[in-house]
């Protein structure tokens, strides 16, 4: 029967060669010529490219400045410095994320509150934050979960209202919306990787984007040491790139003591990736939301996707994941669910991020020796948050599940991959024993 579960002998709902479907970036000629460009050229270490690469992004962007690093590590290490995290301040975190979200905070003695997500969006809720804000709260860092725009207007309010910066990591959704707004131009400061597993996806590197010249300038002197302006050391006429009287007199030296140039085997493969990213990204929505709607009437699964008509978008769906509602399924839970779609030959893998506050390195780990936990070295209090402290965000592993990450629409292909989780859910009761 043709209904019957593969995990129970029936035929597998994946039968078809996939082909490229799921191969990321994609790669041509241009690509090749760009790096060649650069190796020729013996530019590897140079910024022409880089300079070029930022131009292109803050023109994407609608932006005044974009900086390249070399991680999407160190553009936010240097986005939270520029910001003003110091000494003792705090960081607001959702605790769902990659950790470069959260522990560059640590290099600058500042520490990390977390705050709780939401099962829809996976990504920090906005009712969560003002309970966590003290008068050492500095920044709210949201992450735009797998795709997901983490809803930033009320975060900006919050900001507002308490005087806080908001450092979006973008590293999840590049070209995403927010209500029509590109992700990355709504807080003082997007942050974000392009590292090849991502969604705009160039090789190691990273980006930060603002409207405001003293967080780009602050950016620069932290890890740019080469671009902060050698005028006084040289005697060259070159333009003077800082201009923040704090600053200038350092010029020539970084301040964070980091070197973050971006290698420029990376930025040119940037510029030709994002030449395309529009078009490449479009192709992955209509073959990401043909999936989800594929699935619309089935129950205990969840499209992760914005409602339709908010105008919002998960940009390059990385990392694409589903919600799943056990209560549907008669309790069935995740990991059976999980193991009959694979069965099929389908992608189903429970979780995503564990839950960065109850990491043994944000509890016990003293790492520059202060002699207590770095988490709270330079605190006024003990604001570890142990177990049951973020219910929502404790409880996703089993309730969330990666998906197939469609790079075309190939609609045959789709189809059968959605059927392995339509079988799996039809033959739920099977599955209980
Ligand atoms: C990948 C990632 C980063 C870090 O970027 P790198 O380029 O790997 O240093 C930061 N935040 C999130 C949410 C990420 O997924």
Not at 75 to 82: D, S
Not at 223 to 249: C, F, K, M, N
Not at 320 to 343: I, Q, T
């Amino acid at each position: 029967m043709a209904d019957e579960l593969a995990l129970h002998d029936g035929p597998k709902a994946v039968q078809t060669d996939v082909g490229d479907i799921f191969d990321w970036p994609i790669i041509t000629e241009e690509d090749e010529e760009a790096v060649l460009d650069v190796l020729h050229r013996r530019a590897m270490s140079g910024r022409d490219i880089t300079e070029k690469f930022e131009n292109d992004f803050a023109e994407w962007h609608g932006m005044d400045y974009a900086l390249g690093c070399s991680s999407g590590t160190a553009a936010l290490q240097a986005a939270m410095w520029a910001c003003g995290v110091g000494v003792g301040d705090e960081i607001i975190v959702p605790s769902l994320t990659y950790w470069a979200s959260a522990l560059p905070a640590f290099t600058l003695q500042a520490t990390i509150v977390f705050a709780d997500v939401t099962f829809e969006t996976l990504c920090i809720d906005p009712d969560d934050i003002e309970r966590h804000i003290t008068d050492r709260t500095k920044a709210i860092v949201p992450v735009h979960y797998c795709g997901y725009p983490a809803d930033m207007d009320p975060i900006m309010e919050i900001a507002e209202k308490h005087n806080l910066k908001v450092i979006e990591d973008v590293s999840h959704a590049h070209g995403g919306l927010y209500k029509g707004r590109l992700v990355g131009t709504i807080g003082h400061v997007g942050a974000m990787s392009v590292m090849s597993g991502k969604s705009l996806a160039v090789g190691e590197g990273g980006l930060f984007i603002t409207n405001d010249r003293q967080i780009w300038e602050r950016g620069i002197a932290w890890g740019h040491y080469g671009r902060t302006s050698a005028t006084q050391w040289t005697g060259e006429l070159e333009e003077q790139v800082i201009t923040d009287p704090e600053l200038v007199p350092y010029v020539g030296l970084p301040w964070g003591g980091y070197k973050y140039r971006m290698h420029q085997m990376s930025s040119a493969v940037g510029r030709v990736q994002l030449k395309h990213y529009k078009a490449r990204m479009d192709e992955i929505q209509k073959a990401m939301n043909y999936f989800w709607d594929l699935l619309e009437d089935v129950p205990g699964v969840l499209a992760h996707r914005p409602a339709a008509g908010t105008n919002s978008t998960m940009g390059g769906w990385y990392a694409a994941h589903g919600l799943y509602v056990a209560e549907e399924l008669g309790g069935l839970p995740l990991s059976k669910f999980a193991e009959a779609v694979r069965a099929e030959g389908g992608t189903c893998s429970p979780g995503a991020n564990f839950a960065l506050h109850l990491h043994p390195l944000l509890n016990t780990a003293d790492i520059y020796r202060h002699g207590k936990p770095t988490r709270i070295a330079n605190s006024d209090r003990d604001l570890r948050q142990p177990e049951g402290s973020l219910p929502v965000t404790e409880s996703i592993q089993q309730r969330c599940y990666s998906i197939p990450w469609f790079k075309h629409y190939r609609p045959e292909i789709i189809e059968q991959y959605a059927l392995a989780y339509r079988k799996a859910a039809d033959n739920a009761d099977k599955l209980m024993d």
